[in-house]
Antibody
Framework: QLQLRESGPGLVKPSGTLSLTCTVS??????????WGWIRQPPGRGPEWIGS???????HYNPSLRSRVTISIDTSKSQFSLKVTSVTAADTAVYYC????????????WGQGTLVTVSS | QSVLTQPPSASGTPGQRVTISCSGS????????VNWYQQLPGTAPKLLIH???LRPSGVPDRFSGSKSGTSASLAISGLQSEDEAHYYC???????????FGGGTQLTVL
């Protein structure tokens, strides 16, 4: 059964860089069908797609975050990662990773999520 | 302000049928498929309906989806207490060139 798990610091200082890793288990990350995505959910609000990556390294980013976001993949470790630079309080959210069927744009399954707070 | 518009709340009594609407535009729902997610309190969203009206394995047939023009709906029949959750619609937006979500509807089972 496919499982995803996010890991990384729960507290980041303003103007700093948020870094998270998603570990995939139970199935291969080298899929020719699926992308691997990051989604965040600010407290009390709906989800926001951040971006997605294919196992060969091609990426799609949310245009509103593109200038600050980098998603990378390490297939040897079955991991993909997220970096968000120049963070502010507005980046405080629960961050999820998920498998992304991009052709139909659905995300399934999702990781359990990790809360990242931007504060000094 | 979400690209996809949902009512913030909905409610029903056990056994009742409720529907949740999702309104979009010609650049998203009008030309792309709609997916629905259920988020139980304190958990990650779970795919409930994909490709407008298809249920992933394990999702009860009490849940159904439909799409017409630039709007979509999620229907829940035989409402149960465990259906109390937030529900989100989602679609790809060709103008924004990205995945977009609705603001969510909190369903209360009275």
């Amino acid at each position: 059964q496919l499982q995803l798990r996010e890991s990384g610091p729960g507290l980041v200082k303003p103007s700093g860089t948020l870094s998270l890793t998603c570990t995939v288990s139970g199935d291969s990350i080298n899929s020719s069908i699926y992308y691997w995505g990051w989604i965040r959910q600010p407290p009390g609000r709906g989800p926001e797609w951040i971006g997605s990556i294919f196992y060969l390294g091609s990426t799609h980013y949310n245009p509103s975050l593109r200038s600050r976001v980098t998603i990378s993949i390490d297939t040897s470790k079955s991991q993909f990662s997220l970096k968000v630079t120049s963070v502010t309080a507005a980046d405080t959210a629960v961050y999820y990773c998920a498998r992304h069927r991009s052709s139909w744009n659905w995300f399934d399954p999702w990781g359990q999520g990790t809360l990242v707070t931007v504060s000094s | 302000q979400s690209v996809l518009t949902q009512p913030p709340s909905a409610s029903g009594t056990p056994g009742q049928r409720v529907t949740i609407s999702c309104s979009g535009s010609s650049s998203n729902i009008g030309i792309n498929v709609v997916n629905w997610y259920q988020q139980l309190p304190g958990t990650a969203p779970k795919l409930l309906i994909h490709t407008n009206n298809l249920r992933p394995s394990g999702v009860p047939d009490r849940f159904s989806g439909s799409k017409s023009g630039t709007s979509a709906s999620l229907a829940i029949s035989g409402l149960q207490s465990e259906d109390e959750a937030h529900y989100y619609c989602a679609a790809w937006d060709n103008n924004l060139n990205g995945a977009v979500f609705g603001g969510g509807t909190q369903l209360t089972v009275l």
